[in-house]
């Protein structure tokens, strides 16, 4: 059973940078479609970007690129979110979402059948 | 503004039947691009309910059905029961913006 837990909440300032961490266990994380999503308060969750099963490669939205990298830890079931320039509207919770090998493909494509347990992002003066 | 859109809210009393549209365009459901839907309880992640349009993942109850034609795609529920109280999101692919898109969430109530 595939299980994802992400890193503690994180405080910080304009212009900052954070890094999220997500460790993936139960299956092997090069077999699976990790994505990243926001979800700011009171609103819905927001695609941040993750790998595109269809191309075998990392996409992200257009509205974070240049601002955000997605990476693989040297240990292999470890994946990183590092978001730049933050200001106060990227005070959010952060997830990570991955498929699962129960979710046939391909009309999985993109689905999210498991996530971590989100980690809150604050940015504040 | 989403992408992919949703009424705000819809209700309905315990053992009724409700469903749930979401409106896209030829970029994303009109393109063939698989639909999505997930429950979003309150403090909690989203929860995968139907994927592939109509495909209940392990562990849902048949109560919950999915449909996709044409450029929109619904959820059904049936059945209602007051657990079933929470937020669900669509979400699909989209050409234009090359990647994945939710719609903006229907809050349903049960009466």
């Known amino acids: 059973q595939v299980q994802v837990v992400q890193s503690g909440a994180e405080v910080k300032k304009p212009g900052a940078s954070v890094k999220v961490s997500c460790e993936v266990s139960g299956y092997p994380l090069t077999e699976l479609s990790m994505h990243w999503v926001r979800q700011a308060p009171g609103k819905g969750p927001e695609w941040m970007g993750g790998f595109d099963p269809q191309d075998a490669k990392a996409i992200y939205a257009q509205k974070f690129q240049g601002r955000v990298t997605m990476t693989e830890g040297t240990s292999s079931d470890t994946v990183y979110m590092e978001l730049s320039s933050l200001r106060s509207d990227d005070t959010a919770v952060y997830y990570c979402?991955?498929?699962?090998?129960?979710?046939?493909?391909?009309?999985?494509?993109?689905?999210?059948?498991?996530w971590g347990q989100g980690t809150t992002v604050t940015v504040s003066s | 503004q989403s992408v992919l859109t949703q009424p705000p809210s819809v209700s309905g009393a315990p053992g009724q039947r409700v469903t749930i549209s979401c409106t896209g365009d030829k970029s994303n459901i009109g393109a063939d691009y698989f639909v999505h839907w997930y429950q979003q309880l309150p403090g909690t992640a989203p929860r995968l309910l139907i994927y592939?349009?109509?495909i209940r993942p392990s562990g849902v109850p048949d109560r919950f059905s999915g449909s996709k034609s044409g450029t929109s795609a619904s959820l059904a529920i049936t059945g209602l029961q007051a657990a079933d109280e929470a937020v669900y999101y669509c979400q699909s692919f989209d050409s234009s913006l090359s990647g994945v898109v939710f719609g903006g969430g229907t809050k349903l109530t049960v009466l």
């Open positions: 592939g349009n109509n």
């Open positions: 979402a991955t498929d699962s090998p129960g979710i046939a493909v391909p009309e999985g494509y993109y689905a999210m059948d498991v």
